[in-house]
Structures are given as structure tokens and as C-alpha cells.
T-cell receptor
């Protein structure tokens, strides 16, 4: 199974600042997925990041707020821009691994952001 | 888009009892039905999944049953143990071979009392 490392694991941020979350995978993957989990809530897909092309954003999420980079097949970053307290969440990087019916989605440990 | 609902939102059982969580969905084209477990402070992890051409799948104490006609699938945990205490999420999708873009239910908090 894929091993996914995220940095930072947690941070406390000031309103109006931006923070970049890094995601490193131990194998080459075509797509990487960024999810958000607000406190006590479910997971919501923010965007899909393909290497060499712009990320595809889900409804309600825009590139200006959540710019994503995907410079190679093992790495991606998500920036949370101009943060407000409503951005306090866990941000999770994820990738698919496996073949056929054994294919599944694996998550990183998440980056817990608190915005004051 | 897909509308996903889980019931119940919380469930408390005695150790050794069974637990059942139901997930209903709206997209009749959904063909991949996973269940994720998220322990407190940890990442979500896939515990079992089923694809649309199968009605039931078992893995030791956990099982998933699918009713495509009624558009619901259920997670069954038998002989519950305290370590089963967690939040469980369903995430039905039409992904087929693509399991990455998931729409998660709101979650069910399971508490197993020793």
C-alpha cells in the first residue's frame, strides 16, 4: 500500500495568512486527491491533481483560494490562501493504489490547521 | 450529484453485540461502495468495499451487503470489540476503476462499551 507523508501535521495560523501543505508519496501515482475534513464533519473532496496539468476543482472550491501544485509523480502541495477561522480543518492528501478490485484510496495522516 | 445519507448518526452497543450501519444513495449509476473507518485523531482507512455485481462480501467480523434496486448498502460488524469504536463513513461512487473521487456520507459514530 502507498505510504503518504504530509507536512505540517498541524499548525496554528493567523487570519489573512497563507499556508502550504506538502504531500509526498513513496511511489509514482497519476492522480493525487486533496480532501478537507472540518471539525466533527465528514470528508469533502477539494480537487484532483494530475502531474503536468492544472488541478480539477470540485464545486465550491476555487484555485485562488486553494492553489495546488503537482511538479512530479510523487509530490503535491495545497495552499490555503488568505485564511479565515472557517478554514480551520484537517486537510488530507490521498492516492489510489492497487490493481483491479484491490484498488483503494489511501490517506495521509492529515494536516490539522487552526486559524485564529 | 450524489446524495448520501447514513443511519444512524450514532450507535452505542455492548461488546459482543452486532452493529449495523446503513448508507442510502441517490445515483443509480454508482458501482463502487466502500466503507471507511476513522479512529479518533487518525486517518480514514478502508475496511471493506463491494462492487455492483456482488450482493455481499465478508471479511472476518465485518460484512457489507448491497441492494442496488433500493439504492442502499450496509456495514455489519459482528462480535463487536472496544477497538471497533470509531467513526464509519460510506462513500458510494460511480468510479468503477477510479476510487479516488469519493462522496462521503456524514459518518456514524460507533461506541462499543466493554
Amino acid at each position: 500500500s502507498a505510504v503518504i507523508s504530509q507536512k505540517p501535521s498541524r499548525d496554528i495560523c493567523q487570519r489573512g495568512t497563507s499556508l502550504t501543505i506538502q504531500c509526498q508519496v513513496d511511489s509514482q501515482v497519476t492522480m493525487m486527491f486533496w480532501y478537507r475534513q472540518q471539525p466533527g464533519q465528514s470528508l469533502t473532496l477539494i480537487a484532483t491533481a494530475n502531474q503536468g496539468s492544472e488541478a480539477t476543482y470540485e464545486s465550491g472550491f476555487v484555485i485562488d483560494k486553494f492553489p495546488i501544485s503537482r511538479p512530479n509523480l510523487t509530490f503535491s502541495t495545497l495552499t490555503v490562501s488568505n485564511m479565515s477561522p472557517e478554514d480551520s480543518s484537517i486537510y488530507l492528501c490521498s492516492v489510489e493504489d492497487g490493481q483491479g478490485r484491490d484498488r483503494e484510496l489511501f490517506f495521509g495522516e492529515g494536516s490539522r490547521l487552526t486559524v485564529l | 450529484g450524489e446524495n448520501v445519507e447514513q443511519h444512524p448518526s450514532t450507535l452505542s452497543v455492548q461488546e459482543g453485540d452486532s452493529a449495523v450501519i446503513k448508507c442510502t444513495y441517490s445515483d443509480s449509476a454508482s458501482n463502487y461502495f466502500p466503507w471507511y473507518k476513522q479512529e479518533l485523531g487518525k486517518r480514514p482507512q478502508l475496511i471493506i468495499d463491494i462492487r455492483s455485481n456482488v450482493g455481499e462480501k465478508k471479511d472476518q467480523r465485518i460484512a457489507v451487503t448491497l441492494n442496488k434496486t433500493a439504492k442502499h448498502f450496509s456495514l455489519h460488524i459482528t462480535e463487536t470489540q472496544p477497538e471497533d469504536s470509531a467513526v464509519y463513513f460510506c462513500a458510494p461512487t460511480r468510479g468503477g476503476g477510479n476510487t479516488g473521487k469519493l462522496i462521503f456520507g456524514q459518518g456514524t459514530t460507533l461506541q462499543v462499551k466493554p
